[in-house]
Protein backbone atom coordinates (compact mmCIF):
# COMPACT_ATOMS: atom_id res chain seq x y z
CA UNK A 1 0.00 0.00 0.00
CA UNK A 2 1.30 3.47 -0.67
CA UNK A 3 0.16 6.50 1.05
CA UNK A 4 0.83 9.76 -0.90
CA UNK A 5 0.53 12.91 1.11
CA UNK A 6 -0.60 16.35 -0.70
CA UNK A 7 -1.14 19.67 0.28
CA UNK A 8 -5.01 20.16 0.04
CA UNK A 9 -6.35 21.67 -2.97
CA UNK A 10 -9.96 23.35 -4.27
CA UNK A 11 -11.34 19.97 -5.99
CA UNK A 12 -10.81 18.05 -2.50
CA UNK A 13 -13.42 20.05 -0.34
CA UNK A 14 -16.22 17.38 -0.48
CA UNK A 15 -13.40 14.59 0.45
CA UNK A 16 -12.18 16.92 2.84
CA UNK A 17 -15.59 17.81 5.04
CA UNK A 18 -15.96 14.26 4.96
CA UNK A 19 -13.09 13.55 6.34
CA UNK A 20 -13.08 16.71 9.04
CA UNK A 21 -16.55 15.82 10.18
CA UNK A 22 -15.01 12.04 11.05
CA UNK A 23 -12.94 13.79 13.02
CA UNK A 24 -15.44 15.84 14.78
CA UNK A 25 -17.44 13.24 15.15
CA UNK A 26 -14.73 11.57 16.77
CA UNK A 27 -14.50 14.00 19.31
CA UNK A 28 -18.08 14.53 20.08
CA UNK A 29 -18.02 18.21 17.76
CA UNK A 30 -20.39 19.67 15.71
CA UNK A 31 -19.09 22.99 13.94
CA UNK A 32 -21.82 25.47 11.81
CA UNK A 33 -20.98 25.74 8.25
CA UNK A 34 -19.30 28.87 8.65
CA UNK A 35 -16.43 27.44 10.63
CA UNK A 36 -16.40 24.84 7.57
CA UNK A 37 -16.41 27.29 4.69
CA UNK A 38 -13.62 29.60 6.86
CA UNK A 39 -11.42 26.71 7.70
CA UNK A 40 -11.08 25.58 4.18
CA UNK A 41 -10.67 28.77 2.28
CA UNK A 42 -7.88 29.48 5.36
CA UNK A 43 -5.99 26.46 4.27
CA UNK A 44 -6.13 27.37 0.72
CA UNK A 45 -5.45 30.99 0.87
CA UNK A 46 -1.50 30.09 0.49
CA UNK A 47 -0.79 32.64 3.42
CA UNK A 48 2.53 31.73 5.66
CA UNK A 49 0.81 33.01 8.75
CA UNK A 50 -2.80 30.55 8.06
CA UNK A 51 -3.30 27.53 8.36
CA UNK A 52 -2.09 24.67 6.15
CA UNK A 53 -4.20 21.31 5.18
CA UNK A 54 -2.46 18.20 4.06
CA UNK A 55 -4.45 15.08 2.19
CA UNK A 56 -3.24 11.53 2.22
CA UNK A 57 -4.39 9.20 -0.58
CA UNK A 58 -4.62 5.63 -1.00
CA UNK A 59 -4.67 4.30 -4.40
CA UNK A 60 -5.58 7.93 -5.08
CA UNK A 61 -8.88 8.17 -2.38
CA UNK A 62 -8.41 10.67 0.31
CA UNK A 63 -8.12 8.89 3.53
CA UNK A 64 -6.85 11.32 6.18
CA UNK A 65 -5.92 14.81 6.95
CA UNK A 66 -3.58 16.88 9.26
CA UNK A 67 -3.99 20.64 10.06
CA UNK A 68 -1.10 22.90 10.84
CA UNK A 69 0.01 26.31 11.95
CA UNK A 70 3.06 27.80 12.34
CA UNK A 71 3.61 30.48 15.08
CA UNK A 72 5.76 32.95 17.35
CA UNK A 73 6.85 31.61 20.60
CA UNK A 74 8.24 33.16 23.31
CA UNK A 75 10.99 30.91 23.58
CA UNK A 76 12.45 30.71 19.79
CA UNK A 77 13.38 33.31 17.44
CA UNK A 78 12.08 30.47 14.99
CA UNK A 79 8.25 29.78 14.43
CA UNK A 80 6.71 26.74 15.75
CA UNK A 81 4.52 24.29 14.37
CA UNK A 82 1.25 23.30 16.01
CA UNK A 83 -0.39 20.07 14.34
CA UNK A 84 -3.72 20.93 14.98
CA UNK A 85 -6.00 18.33 13.66
CA UNK A 86 -5.12 14.85 12.13
CA UNK A 87 -7.36 12.36 11.19
CA UNK A 88 -7.39 8.67 9.64
CA UNK A 89 -10.43 7.17 8.11
CA UNK A 90 -11.04 4.12 10.50
CA UNK A 91 -10.78 1.58 7.82
CA UNK A 92 -6.77 2.57 6.99
CA UNK A 93 -5.77 3.07 10.20
CA UNK A 94 -2.55 1.28 11.39
CA UNK A 95 -1.58 1.37 7.98
CA UNK A 96 1.06 3.99 7.55
CA UNK A 97 -1.50 6.92 6.98
CA UNK A 98 -1.13 8.52 9.89
CA UNK A 99 2.84 8.16 10.13
CA UNK A 100 2.89 9.52 6.58
CA UNK A 101 0.80 12.80 7.66
CA UNK A 102 2.62 13.62 10.80
CA UNK A 103 6.21 12.69 8.66
CA UNK A 104 4.42 15.61 5.79
CA UNK A 105 3.95 17.93 8.29
CA UNK A 106 7.50 17.43 10.11
CA UNK A 107 8.99 17.75 6.47
CA UNK A 108 6.83 21.58 6.28
CA UNK A 109 8.41 22.43 9.73
CA UNK A 110 11.60 21.67 8.62
CA UNK A 111 11.52 23.30 5.25
CA UNK A 112 10.28 26.28 7.06
CA UNK A 113 12.58 26.64 9.48
CA UNK A 114 10.33 25.42 11.86
CA UNK A 115 12.29 23.75 15.09
CA UNK A 116 9.48 22.31 16.63
CA UNK A 117 6.24 20.68 16.11
CA UNK A 118 3.68 19.83 19.01
CA UNK A 119 0.15 18.38 19.08
CA UNK A 120 -1.88 17.55 21.78
CA UNK A 121 -5.04 14.51 21.83
CA UNK A 122 -7.15 13.08 23.85
CA UNK A 123 -5.82 10.91 26.85
CA UNK A 124 -7.95 8.09 25.77
CA UNK A 125 -7.20 8.46 22.77
CA UNK A 126 -5.40 5.23 22.73
CA UNK A 127 -5.29 3.79 19.26
CA UNK A 128 -3.61 7.25 18.15
CA UNK A 129 -1.28 7.50 21.15
CA UNK A 130 0.48 4.39 20.29
CA UNK A 131 1.50 5.89 17.37
CA UNK A 132 2.28 9.67 18.65
CA UNK A 133 4.35 7.60 21.31
CA UNK A 134 6.38 6.10 18.67
CA UNK A 135 6.49 9.04 16.13
CA UNK A 136 7.32 12.15 18.98
CA UNK A 137 7.76 12.45 23.05
CA UNK A 138 4.97 13.14 25.25
CA UNK A 139 5.58 16.14 27.46
CA UNK A 140 5.14 17.20 30.94
CA UNK A 141 2.03 19.69 30.59
CA UNK A 142 -1.13 19.75 31.17
CA UNK A 143 -3.87 22.04 29.24
CA UNK A 144 -5.58 24.29 30.59
CA UNK A 145 -8.45 26.47 29.08
CA UNK A 146 -10.87 29.42 29.93
CA UNK A 147 -14.03 28.68 31.80
Known amino acids: MTVLVR ?7 ADW ?5 GYLDFYETALPEAVYASSFARMLSGAASEFHGLIAEVDGKPCGLAHYLFHRHGWRIENVCYLQDLYVDP ?5 GVGRALIEAVYAAADTAGAPSVYWLTQ ?9 Y ?11 YARR
Open 91 to 95: ALRGR
Open 133 to 143: DRIGTVTPFIK
Open 17 to 21: RRLWT
Open 123 to 131: QFNAAARQL
Open 7 to 13: PLEAADE
